[in-house]
């Protein structure tokens, strides 16, 4: 042999070798170093999961009286997998059932439909899961119905009864709080995408209020068994079996009973308001604990049954819950509302003048009317009242001294050209009171309300220039007419500038200027605690099935307003002296407890769907008593007329309700607080439940309620 044959040989030798021991390498590294990782993907592709979800936790109020609270039902479910392999796609049996429960076919179909299998103008109602996990369809089903489907099964394909815990509303007080709950619903693509969080199909995850920002303490373990399977998805056997752990309780801050008087109220408000000839759409009230900031009621009118997201929402309750006709249910107006505040919003002016140099304690002019430039500012409804002291105008509710204070300021921050060294005290004061920005309220979806400042009206006119300076050609042609069209000229030439007429608007809270009813009862709740103010808080601690603490939330001071004393106790004068020989003296008319506050009655700009021009917005800020204040209280109607007849009766109502009072007299054994309002973590009572629902031998969250 050659060397140069031996020299090739001896290369192939190497090279199989080499070979031969990668392919060992590799087979050590797959069998041996991975094995775990691989036997982990064989189990995977041959084994199925079977979820059980866990008793979510209940919500209560501050006595741990359950609102909401997880409870066995019946479900009825539609397997898209098996309706779609029926020749015809499951029309006879969505027929059926539809018959059974007596309900509209269009609303079965729509539940049953892949939100991406209808149009984007028609999605009401849809499924946002997937075709290959059960689609509820009536939840709180009866006995009866049920048994009618098990027992008529081939009547049914594809139809499902499973026994699962159902978000209940037992409404021990006959409170409705559906807005501050909130609800659960399926869980999505998007919420299986969260890393975080590792959801299942058959869950229920909290979508808006309470559910939702406390989901994570709520949810709960759901339980997991995986079984083997074999290429006929025969059970070979059980890989593990993980029980479900119930989720933890919320106690909220809320009073059940005083939720339910708050609601009550202020329904009765909106009727009013229509009994008076005013359109009276919706409102909100709320009522905070001053010297902790403790949401303990929060409502909103219209409202909505919460148990629809369970027993099957259909397409018609989903467009009321939006619909402007209907008074948009689903919005939470205490902290979703946006209005202009009105004369409530001139002890925010009383610090501004102060602030600017103003004697608080000396006279000033209320005429009929100011001149502004080529505008007439009027009083209301026109009327002089003559030299009278500041703390009179407040009471009686001047507005044309405020024009006149708060055009003087404007003037001397330099008017349409302003100073470098603009005092602003106005926009100061408001600022300062936290008007535009979030209370921090821990509830989802809150709105910051505005504050029409120098910096906003240059955010403003960037983003409206031009549609204003070609109105002509942008606007409706029911919108041309000669004011609008004059109105659009000047803010296409100075949109930006705070004008004389902006600063005497935002004086008497008016124009631009817009408010929560939440961050209103913020203010008067700081304005009664002498400047400090603290952030709204609804949940009051997190507590396991055993009663065991797991987390409790402490009273947060959100910000300090530092003025004089003297300052806060003009204030404090002049809003009792609303109530005493003001414009709220009459509602309070023998009233036993001392209560100050201030109404407000807001102009509103725009038509009604109808065509009818809008109606005055009603407002009351209040706090009580007078010289220990405990509780803000506010109440809003829109389109409800004048602030005391409308909303001052039923912020009256509300202290009826907090302080026992019948007529004029106090039985403090009715009163909601007699003691004061709880300091203590209450212990959560389930049992109250079985008081309301015949619930014999049923464990609810580890509790046997009989």
């Avoid at 209907?326 to 202009?340: D, E, N, W």
Wanted: with cysteine.
């Amino acid at each position: 042999m050659s060397l140069r044959s031996r020299i090739n040989l001896i290369i192939f030798q190497t090279l199989v070798f080499s070979l031969m021991f990668a392919l060992f390498g590799r087979l050590f590294y797959l069998q041996v170093l991975e094995s775990g990782k691989y036997q982990d993907a064989a189990i995977s592709i041959q084994s199925r999961d079977v979820v059980t979800p866990a008793v979510r936790g209940a919500i209560t109020d501050i006595n741990g009286t359950p609102m909401v609270v997880d409870l066995p039902g019946l479900v009825v479910s539609i397997n898209r997998i098996e309706i779609d392999k029926q020749p015809d796609k499951g029309v006879k049996v969505l027929a059926q059932v539809a018959n059974l429960f007596q309900l509209e076919y269009s609303d079965i179909y729509q539940r049953t439909r892949l939100c991406g299998e209808l149009p984007r103008d028609n999605r009401a109602g849809c499924w946002n899961g997937t075709r290959y996990q059960p689609i509820p369809l009536v939840g709180g089903t009866s006995q009866d119905l049920a048994l009618k489907i098990m027992e008529n099964a081939d009547l049914y394909p594809g139809v499902e009864v499973q026994s699962v815990p159902i978000r209940s509303y037992p409404s021990l007080e006959g409170e409705n709080v559906a807005h501050v709950l909130g609800y659960v619903g399926s869980v999505t693509d998007e919420d299986l995408k969260n890393p975080e969080i590792n959801y299942y199909r058959n869950e229920v995850v909290g979508k808006t209020g309470l559910e939702t920002k406390y989901n994570q303490y709520l949810r709960g373990t759901p339980g997991v068994r995986t079984f083997l399977v074999n290429r006929k998805e025969i059970v070979t056997k059980q890989n593990k079996n993980i029980s479900a752990i119930a989720g933890n309780n919320l106690i909220t801050n809320i009073d059940a009973k005083l939720q339910a008087g708050v609601e009550k109220s202020l329904e009765a408000a909106v009727k009013r308001a229509r009994a008076s000839g005013y359109r009276g759409d919706s409102g909100a009230a709320v009522v905070l604990e001053i010297k902790t900031g403790r949401v303990l009621a929060m409502a909103s009118y219209p409202t909505y049954d919460p148990s629809i997201w369970q027993k099957g929402l259909t397409v018609k309750q989903a467009e009321d819950l939006f619909s402007e006709a209907k008074g948009v249910p689903a919005l939470s107006r205490p902290l979703q509302g946006l209005f202009a505040p009105a004369s409530t919003f001139k002890s925010v002016s009383v610090v501004a003048a102060a602030a600017a140099g103003y004697n608080l304690n000396t006279s000033y002019n209320c005429p009929a009317s100011v001149e502004i430039g080529t505008r007439t500012f009027r009083n209301f409804d026109s009327i002089a009242a003559g030299r009278i002291p500041l703390d009179v105008g407040l009471a009686i509710s001047c507005d044309s001294l405020w024009y006149q204070i708060s055009y003087d300021e404007w003037v001397r921050d330099g008017g349409l050209r302003p100073k470098s060294s603009a005092n602003d005290y106005f926009f100061k004061a408001a600022k300062d009171f936290g008007v535009g920005l979030l209370t921090g309220i821990d509830l989802p979806s809150e709105l910051k309300g505005r504050l029409p400042d120098r910096q906003w009206k240059q955010n403003w006119y960037e983003q409206n220039k031009d549609f204003y300076c070609n109105y002509k050609d942008r606007a409706k042609k029911q919108d041309l007419t000669a004011y609008l069209i004059e109105i659009a000229r000047e803010n296409c030439i100075d949109g930006n500038k705070v004008r004389a007429g902006d600063a005497v608007n935002f004086s008497i809270g008016q124009g631009d200027t817009l408010v929560t009813p939440l961050r209103l009862a913020q203010i008067y709740a700081a304005i009664a605690n002498n400047g400090t103010y603290y952030k709204p808080q609804v949940a009051r601690a997190i507590v396991d099935v055993d009663g065991k603490l797991v987390k409790e939330f402490k009273p947060e001071v959100a910000d300090t307003i530092k003025i004089e004393q003297s300052t806060w106790d003009f204030l404090h004068r002049g809003l009792r002296m609303v109530v005493t020989r003001g414009t709220g003296a009459g509602v309070f008319s023998g009233f036993p407890i001392e209560i100050s506050g201030k109404t407000g009655t807001a102009e509103v700009f725009g038509k009604n769907p109808n065509g009818s021009a809008k109606d005055d917005t009603s407002w009351f800020a209040s706090y009580g008593p007078t010289n220990d204040p405990q509780y803000a209280v506010v109440m809003m109607v829109s389109q409800g007329g004048f602030g005391a007849s409308t909303s001052g009766l039923g912020v009256r109502n509300i202290y009826e309700t907090l302080f026992g009072v019948s007529g004029n007299k106090v039985n403090p054994e009715k009163a909601v607080f007699p003691n004061g309002v709880p300091s203590t973590i209450a212990k959560v009572d389930l049992k109250k439940v079985a008081a309301k629902v015949d619930l014999t031998g049923v464990k609810v969250g580890g509790v046997k309620l009989k």
